[in-house]
Nanobody, 115 residues
Framework: QVRLAESGGGLAQPGGSLRLSCTAS????????MGWYRQAPGKERELVAH???????NYADSVKGRFTISRDNAKNTVSLQMNSLKPEDTAVYYC?????????WGQGTQVTVSS
């Protein structure tokens, strides 16, 4: 079993920044992908960004150039630095980690972008 502890999130003004972090604990062997998804009200959950153990990354087109994902393998932590936030970034953000055949989800953290 893998446990994910998320932190960060909250309220930001348009153009502002927030940082999300997620630490994995438990049986974390062979975790090869860590990332973030988000779900806005009335919409499906979507990938924001993920990062492989090699360091390679993928981003949703909507966040490219504004969000940066990073990973600390020694601390089993994945972080998402969110800059130039827009109201449409408002959503519940979920940490996700995966090993072949299995994936695990955090409980979610609310990000609200509003003036």
């Amino acid at each position: 079993q893998v446990r994910l502890a998320e932190s960060g999130g909250g309220l930001a003004q348009p153009g502002g920044s927030l940082r999300l972090s997620c630490t994995a604990s438990g049986f974390i062997a062979n975790i090869n992908v860590m990332g973030w998804y988000r779900q806005a009200p009335g919409k499906e959950r979507e990938l924001v960004a993920h990062i492989y153990s090699s360091g390679s990354t993928n981003y949703a087109d909507s966040v490219k150039g504004r969000f940066t994902i990073s990973r600390d393998n020694a601390k089993n932590t994945v972080s998402l630095q969110m800059n130039s936030l827009k109201p449409e970034d408002t959503a519940v953000y979920y940490c996700n980690v995966a090993r072949p055949g299995l994936q695990y989800w955090g409980q979610g953290t609310q990000v609200t972008v509003s003036s």
